[in-house]
């Protein structure tokens, strides 16, 4: 089945699984990210191998996630499932004294029908810990999206937005409507008036101050983040806050604050790569009435930094797979960077919380005199293999179980779980993502040099010399 969006924008949809990373990696950066928090993954022993392996973070170091592991007893409902987590809790609390437990649920946990919401509330009662339950199984998520359903979880715990004494929230809200006559004197005043502003999203500390520094040069107060560093200090929402999100993996989270917090969102592109960032700060300044300030100067200078970078990955084709949902948003960026991409893969695409970046694709493919890709949603991988053995793209991003027998097959790989873990956010780490792309094709380079040479052995020794 397809569709078009302006006549120019395709989606097609296959019957493929969804050939991801696991949902359940979202505790590695989570766990790391809120730091009063314990995770807890409710599954069997191939959860605690694959989170062991994943991770590499070994049992002595102590992080702060674990496994109740499943057993037999636990699948026939034999044993007592309340009374085992019970326990386990108790001494989580014992042990570490989180402020908060975050039970995360896996695909055993809903095939046997795991009443984790119904026993959450009644812990969390005689326990005195807040407990939340997240479902970040295999069977209905993507790998990125553990994250979208523990952030939507949370924002339910997020306490309600008060108003200042005789301010209510239509008086906040029209003040957006005004023009700022305080803009002018920059060197008296920080903040332009606002009503509050909340970005969601999981990133690094540094990433989290270099986003609130962008918009800081902007006149805008970010009020906080979901998640915050501690969960304590979780933003206040509700009925006149704003909120926008970093990450295009995050449409159940931006439902639930639409839906049950009444909040208002901010559609727009996602701070990845020099346009994309720009873009993201364009769509946040016009709500609250702000002309946005030397944005293209900014990102100029960004573009002429990468030239080095530039100069490589023009002309080269790439194709995605998909696998982390950030598709879009990369394939978005490497056309500006003067790519063309045959095709991208998502494993599964919200179209009105993604619309934003989508218009942002088409009007990056037009400005570059390219097509627009293909977008293939939910891709069959032996269709997506077919395709490429015809394309022959000069690189492929993929997830980790096909890239060594695309290799096998003549085609350059990248991890695309890589650039889930790398800092891919804002102006300045463009050239990290850049760095990511052009790192096999760098490494062919050096090859297509080293063929040039013949090794010779002498004496046990290797010998490089240039045959005649």
């Known amino acids: 089945m397809s ?18 990373f696991c949902p359940i990696s979202c505790v590695s950066w989570l766990y790391q990210k809120i730091e009063d928090s314990f995770f807890l993954v409710v599954g069997t022993k191939t959860c605690g191998y694959f989170l062991q392996n994943a ?32 326990t386990l809790c108790i001494r989580i609390r014992k042990d570490r004294d989180p402020s908060v437990i975050i039970w995360i649920g896996t695909c055993t946990t809903e095939i046997i029908k795991m009443d984790l919401e119904g026993m959450a509330p009644k812990l969390e009662y005689e326990i005195g810990i807040p ?17 979208d359903t523990v952030l939507a979880v949370m924002a339910h715990r997020c306490p309600e937005q008060e108003f200042p004494i005789g301010e209510s929230k239509e008086t906040i809200t029209k003040t957006k409507l005004f023009p700022f006559p305080l803009l002018k004197e920059k ?12 970005i969601f999203g999981s990133l690094p500390s540094n990433l989290v101050s270099q986003l609130d520094t962008e918009l800081r040069r902007q006149f805008i107060k970010v009020s906080g983040w979901l998640p915050a560093q501690r969960y304590a200090d979780l ?32 559609v727009a592109p996602f701070p990845i790569g020099p346009d994309g960032t720009r873009a993201w700060i364009e769509r946040i ?53 003067g790519m063309i991409v045959y095709e991208i893969g998502i494993p599964y695409m919200d179209k009105r919380y993604q619309a934003a970046e989508l218009a942002l694709l088409k009007d990056t493919c037009i400005k570059m005199c390219i097509p627009i890709p293909r977008i293939v949603e939910k891709p069959d991988n032996s269709n997506q293999i077919r395709r490429m053995r015809e394309l022959q793209p000069d690189l492929a991003i ?6 060594n027998p695309l290799g096998a097959r003549g085609i350059d790989t990248k991890w695309s ?42 004496n046990n020794e290797f010998y490089t010399s240039t045959p005649r």
């Open 187 to 198: 060197k008296l005043v920080e903040y332009a008036n606002h009503p509050p502003l909340v």
């Open 131 to 147: 407990i939340l339950v997240a479902r970040a199984n295999g069977l209905d998520y993507a790998f990125t999206q553990g994250e």
């Open 55 to 86: 991770l590499g973070v070994m049992i002595f170091a102590e992080p702060r996630y674990a496994m109740a592991e499943l057993e037999e007893g636990d699948i026939s409902a034999h044993l007592n499932d309340y009374e085992e987590l019970k």
């Open 398 to 403: 993929t997830g980790m179980a096909h890239a």
């Open 3 to 20: 569709a078009k969006i302006d006549e120019t924008i395709t989606f097609e949809c296959e019957t493929g699984n969804y050939h991801t």
């Open 285 to 337: 300044c016009p709500v609250f009435g702000i002309e946005t300030q030397s944005l293209e100067e900014r990102e100029e200078r960004i573009w002429e930094s990468l030239k080095d970078y530039l100069d490589l990955v023009r002309g080269k084709s790439v194709f995605f797979m998909g696998d982390n949902l950030l598709e879009i948003s990369l394939a978005r960026f490497l056309i500006r960077c």
């Open 235 to 266: 933003p206040s929402l509700g009925d006149g806050v704003y909120v926008c999100g970093v990450n295009p993996f995050l449409g159940r989270t931006a439902t639930t604050l639409i839906r049950r917090k009444k909040c208002e969102l901010i």
């Open 417 to 458: 779980v890589e650039f889930t873990f790398a800092q891919i956010h804002g102006f300045a780490n463009a050239r990290d993502v850049l760095e990511l792309v052009t790192r096999p094709l760098r490494r062919n380079e050096n090859l297509d040099n080293l063929d040039r040479t013949t090794l010779v052995r002498k």
